[in-house]
């Protein structure tokens, strides 16, 4: 490796080329993202670019709140020179169980008292929102018309890699197999380097790479999205969730539908439960071939909230992962946080909420908003 670095970053998906940007504006020194693949190589690769504010926790309406601020300007704050359009579609929630229509009632008195914007529609509003949409077994759904997607999301991964660059961060391409107490990096071709302050944002295999400093409960859970061929005709505007039947769709700026089994069965079957979906649901997709499935990981906290946290005894090794499949739509207000964490200041509310200690022993707040 050539040279010692002030902060090393290991991991070039979203979070950690956001953590690298929001450092590099403090001034930190020399900046080292190590990535053994290619920018966005992993999860953030393959995701489909949505934020949303509806959240079922506090902490998760915060930081989407705060992330959705900064990336109603991302192209003029990244200086992006590719267009980062963020189509605001909206999301709806639909229920169709009493008991989940009350938890949307308690999600959006949340919300709204975070100043998002959601609200609970009745059936005939939700056929309103989404024409096609049956709602004869619907109990009620929740709505926000801001929530959207960005229609090119690996765009957003490139443009933050290229505002870092710009700032003086150097992206290399090296596996970072451990960090040890030092703090120290280790490579698989077996060199090292020492770092004032090291950031791992590995997903799932943060857990192994600072094994040698704590225990993290990080767990790989597969997923996949099943994807059609572009579709001229718009026929899904706004993405429905139907949490009670585990699905979730969208059509995409491109034309492509996207459709999910949220239980994550057997992709075959997987497959099947979505046409049966479609089929009482939204039946103007039901001759939309999903032909293309493309597969990825979530790395999982018992609670299904992330870590965010420093893990060695100096405070010098921080870690951001376990975000759930949704790092995406957190990533500028991840990477504030962590900014704040290396330059030994408190990153204040909601951070206090994603220590890593907080698994042992205690009642823990479980999202219930993973899709």
């Known amino acids: 490796m050539a040279g010692r670095p002030d902060v090393a970053v290991v991991g070039a998906g979203i979070l950690g080329l956001a953590a690298a940007f929001h450092i590099a504006e403090r001034g930190a020194g020399r900046i080292v993202v190590y990535e053994r693949e290619g920018i966005g190589a992993g999860a953030s690769g393959v995701q489909p670019g949505g934020v949303r504010q509806q959240w079922a926790t506090r902490v998760n309406c915060l930081l989407a709140r705060r992330a959705l601020e900064f990336y109603r300007h991302a192209a003029e704050r990244l200086d992006s ?43 005939g509003q939700a056929a309103d929102l989404v024409p096609g949409l049956t709602v004869d077994a619907i109990a009620g759904a929740s709505w926000c018309g801001e929530d959207g997607y960005f229609d090119r999301p690996q765009a957003v991964v490139e443009a933050f890699a290229e505002a870092a660059r710009r700032r003086g961060v150097e992206i290399e391409r090296a596996e970072v197999t451990a960090v040890e107490p030092g703090p120290t990096l280790r490579f698989a071709d077996g060199s090292r380097t020492d770092a004032e302050a090291v950031v791992v944002t590995a997903g799932a295999g943060t857990a192994r790479i600072v094994r040698s400093l704590t225990e993290l409960p990080l767990e790989r859970e597969e997923r996949s999205v099943f994807l059609s061929e572009p579709i001229t005709e718009r026929l899904l505007e706004p993405l429905v969730v139907a949490p009670d039947r585990h699905f979730a769709a969208k059509q995409l700026a491109d034309g492509r539908v996207l459709a999910a089994d949220l239980s994550e069965p057997e992709r075959r ?86 220590r890593a200690d907080r698994f042992a022993g205690v009642s823990l707040e479980r999202e219930s908003r993973v899709i």
């Open 269 to 354: 079957v997987a497959r099947a439960h979505i046409r049966a979906v479609v089929s009482e649901l939204l039946p103007r997709l039901e001759f939309v071939t999903l032909a293309l499935v493309v597969g990825g990981t979530y790395d999982m906290t018992p609670d299904a909230h992330g870590i965010v946290d420093a893990v060695d005894r100096d405070g010098r090794v921080v870690v951001a992962a376990g975000f759930d499949g949704h790092g995406f739509m957190l990533a500028p207000e991840i990477g504030r946080g962590v900014a704040a964490i290396v330059a030994g200041e408190d990153p204040g509310s909601p951070f206090e909420a994603l």
């Open 81 to 123: 020179r590719a267009p980062l359009r963020f189509d605001a579609c909206g999301y709806l929630f639909v229920a169709h169980e009493p008991a989940t229509l009350k938890r949307l009632h308690a999600d959006v008195a949340l919300q709204n008292e975070l100043a998002i914007p959601s609200r609970i529609v009745a059936t």
